[in-house]
């Protein structure tokens, strides 16, 4: 055989299977199906290296279990709305149509490069009116079902952008896409009813075995229940009370002072703030940070008195209210009680404005003072200063603190969440237009389903002036009312490119339906996806907004399931010179480069070898020429052998001591990639496996070929080593299966199954220690008793050296592993 041609081969096999539509699958059965599916991609223009570690993960996976025997779903698509589309229309006067079909477009090519084992007809294209259509249908399930509805609300504010934010999509009080500071501003605005599935989102995470724990903790933070206790502190001078919420009844005798979020509404309706002026000053400062911000431990907390007071209802003390920065109007209720003596954040507070710390809730064992505390305390202990409660246990204090406030009228028992309802509206052009038309006479109409989908048009303004560009279209504004006929407008937001993503994978299940946005046939065969692979980032975006979105058409009796994916891997980051690849700093290495110098195969293999999957990879060049390098020795490998196997039946007929051992690490290796593979994702240490494999058929050609050749069991050798090597490395096995002999696929081929007997060796290593230091090794027949293992060492010339002068105090033996030998 000629040397590796890594281009003409690929070039050949990526084209054998796209005309043979070789990867395209149907429902079966008869068959257990495997779907394997690696979040979509936004079409940015190129694939970088995190795209092709990405899919060469889930290729793997895919190629193993379709060898397995299983009917495997492996599709791919596109989630193509978003603001870099439209940010391209207004910086380079390209429409975002265009500039997103042309990037679709190269990066279609670039994943066929690589070879993946997609099923091309199930593309799906987020931005096309046939997908479009589906999200503006399931839009108006949510409606009619009182999940989705408007109300005017603060909201993250992008000037950059010139669009709303989720609390999600603010990253340290700016924006995630272009890092400029986030304001605040009062919008009417489109949410999904998220909160009305929060406990059922949280209990789920419970039957997610195959979920990392981190994903399922930080969703089950963000979610954030709390049950509580809501309090009513009476306003003095007034019949108006502050209410707030805790978790620890126990401490509200310890309550010091009240403090309120500057947009409480309590503010706005009292004319008499004693310190108005400075209040107000203050609001205006705050306004111009995010929730988010106002929520981290990093925020440096600050506050302003208002000169109002409360009473607490356990002690009947008055106490100060304040405004700080730190509460927030979309958690609780946008007021806090400060119990400095037992929460850090209030200690921290009331030292530096100079307000009382007064201690409720003493350890068991010295006694606190709050003069001298620089650290509150939180644990349970025994309850003190706190009236009719004094010296209950905290616990127990807990239930007898709220069942008096309840008892009173002054509270109710209530859970909280830190989880608010999905803001999905979005002034821009390019996103799912929502369904919604206005009319003068109707009201708030939802557009029919038969008239979906409501297109998006092509002549629109694309400037960023904080209104949607929808709205610069008068054929789009001016339509007429589904119930009355007369005049109406069009809503112009724009669906969040979260909701898109949060249902693709059902429409990869049927792609091409017209009538429906998925077969609940095909759906009922498919899901839940079995694998699902992608970057962690998206832990508490699109992994909750698509869980929720399952669970509500579950409820709606479109799909079975209400879980959408079974098991999750979050693969880690490529990194260059120790930090993220980023064209800002220079350091982006081009898959497209990779291929051109060193092929396909050589890539996916490199991305796969050099570390685990959930870990960060650095890149280096001198990996991934040795990888490079091994292929070449594979090639060589087989290609030595070729002729001479080409007309052999494999067999594995042992003859020789050579023979059983090659056997013997050929099923070792099978063993150790299945369950590298399948059971722990380790594909750097299934590579691994593979390389020494080929290290031994090397050492066998070298040493025994040539004396006691073996064709049948050899090729039974290379054969699997090609079996093996398939899902890492396409395109090169199914050229050297092909030069075997072979007219099938070796992707139709059948997964190898170790063989229990041949792992069995005849002769193991056993290592020697002298005072617990490694002296010797020696081979020895398996099973071999103690004493005779003993006898064996004390002959060894190499122990005698180490035991001259010495007395032997005692040997320990274990048999086909150690001896170790006591001596003075």
């Known amino acids: 055989m000629e040397r590796y041609h890594f281009k003409q081969i690929e070039a050949k096999w990526q084209q054998k299977w796209q005309e043979q539509g070789f990867y395209q699958v149907g429902a079966d059965p008869s068959r257990p199906k495997y779907y394997l599916l690696e979040m979509f991609p936004y079409p940015s223009g190129d694939l970088h290296m995190g795209h092709v570690r990405n899919y060469s993960i889930g290729d793997v996976l895919a190629r193993f279990k379709r060898m397995r025997g299983f009917n495997v779903l492996h599709p791919m698509g596109w989630d193509a709305f978003g603001l870099p589309a439209e940010n391209a229309a207004i910086n380079r006067g390209v429409h975002p149509a265009d500039w997103t079909a042309r990037n679709i477009s190269n990066m279609r090519r670039q994943l066929q490069q690589l070879g993946l084992s997609y099923d091309w007809r199930r593309e799906v294209t987020t931005c096309l009116p046939d997908y479009y259509r589906w999200t503006q249908w399931l839009f108006l399930q949510l409606y009619h079902h009182g999940l989705a509805y408007k109300k005017k609300a603060p909201v993250n504010w992008c000037p950059s952008c010139a669009t709303v934010l989720a609390n999600e999509q603010v990253v340290d009080g700016a924006c995630e896409r272009c890092d400029t500071p986030v304001t605040k501003r009062e919008l009417e605005q489109w949410f999904f009813r998220i909160t009305d599935y929060a406990d059922r989102l949280l209990a789920g995470l419970d039957r997610l075995p195959g979920w990392p724990d981190k994903v399922k903790v930080m969703q089950e933070n963000w979610i954030g229940k709390s049950p509580g206790l809501e309090i009513d ?21 310890g309550v010091t002072y009240l403090v309120l979020a500057p947009e409480h509404e309590l503010l706005a309706f009292l004319g008499e703030v004693p310190n108005r002026s400075q209040v107000e000053a203050f609001q205006e400062r705050v306004a111009r940070l995010s929730s988010v911000d106002r929520a981290s431990a990093e925020l440096e907390k600050e506050g302003v ?20 920065n730190y509460v927030v109007t979309e958690y609780g209720t946008g007021a806090v009680m400060g119990v400095p003596a037992h929460d850090q954040r209030d200690l921290e507070f009331a030292r530096k404005y100079g307000l009382p710390v007064k201690v409720v809730i003493q350890p068991p064992a010295t006694p606190l003072e709050p003069e001298a505390m620089t650290q509150a305390y939180t644990e349970p202990g025994l309850m003190v200063n706190s009236g009719p409660f004094a010296g209950l246990e905290s616990e127990k204090g807990k ?27 979005r002034q821009r052009y390019w996103g799912a237009p929502i369904p919604i038309i206005y009319c003068p006479d109707c009201g708030e109409v939802p557009v029919p389903e038969a008239d979906l989908p409501v297109f998006l048009p092509r002549e629109v303004v694309f400037k960023p002036t904080g209104d949607s560009p929808l709205a610069t279209c008068a054929a789009f504004m001016h339509t007429t009312c589904p119930q009355c006929g007369r005049p109406a407008r069009r809503e112009t937001d724009t669906m969040d490119t979260f909701v898109c993503s949060s249902w693709y994978f059902l429409r990869y ?34 992994l909750m907004y ?32 120790g930090g993220k690849m980023s064209k800002s700093k220079g350091n982006i290495v081009s898959p497209e480069e990779i291929i051109a110098a060193y092929g396909a195969d050589t890539a996916r293999l490199f991305i796969l070898f050099a570390a685990p999957p959930e870990r960060d990879l650095e890149w280096s060049e001198a990996g991934v020429e040795g990888c490079y390098r091994f292929l070449n020795r594979v090639w060589r490998l087989v290609s030595s052998w070729q002729g001479e196997l080409a007309e052999v039946s494999a067999a594995e007929t042992v003859k020789t001591k050579a023979d059983r051992e090659l056997r013997r690490q050929v099923h070792a290796t099978v063993k150790k990639v299945t369950e590298d593979i399948e059971l722990r994702f380790n594909f750097n240490t299934a590579v691994s496996a593979i390389m020494e494999l080929v290290n031994a058929l090397y050492q066998y050609r070298e040493e025994v070929w040539s004396r006691e050749p073996n064709p ?6 290379v054969e699997k080593l090609l079996l093996l090597l398939a899902p890492f490395t396409p395109h090169i096995t199914e050229e050297l299966w092909e030069a075997m002999g072979h007219r099938e696929s070796i992707h139709l081929a059948t997964w190898p199954v170790a063989d229990q007997e041949a792992l069995a060796a005849e002769e193991v290593t056993v290592v020697v220690q002298i005072n617990g230091k490694v002296r010797d090794r020696l081979t020895v027949p398996v099973g071999l008793r103690e004493q005779a293992l003993e006898e064996e060492v004390l002959r060894r010339e190499r122990v005698a050296a180490y035991l001259a002068g010495k007395e032997i105090v005692k040997m320990v033996s274990v048999p086909d592993r150690l001896v170790n030998i006591v001596c003075r």
């Open 546 to 577: 698509a869980r929720f979105f399952m669970k509500v058409m579950h409820d709606l009796g479109l799909v079975l399931d209400d879980e959408p994916f079974t098991n999750l891997l979050t693969q880690g980051m490529v990194l260059k010179d």
């Open 712 to 717: 049948a069991l050899v090729k039974a050798a």
């Open 509 to 542: 299940t049927s792609p091409g339906d017209g009538r429906e946005p998925f077969t609940r046939q095909e759906t009922d065969y498919w899901m839940p996806v079995d694998q699902y692979i992608g970057g962690v980032e998206h832990a508490i975006l699109h």
């Open 399 to 425: 239930e007898a603190v709220a069942d008096f406030i309840a008892a009173r009228g002054q509270g109710r028992r209530r859970v909280n969440y830190r989880l608010r309802d999905w803001l999905i509206s």
């Open 233 to 253: 502190f009476v306003l003095e001078g007034t019949d108006r009370t502050i209410t707030v919420f805790t978790t620890r009844p126990d401490t509200v005798a």
């Open 305 to 324: 008195p208002t000169g109002l007071y409360a009473v607490n209802p356990v002690t009947g003390e008055k106490v100060p209210v304040w405004v700080a």
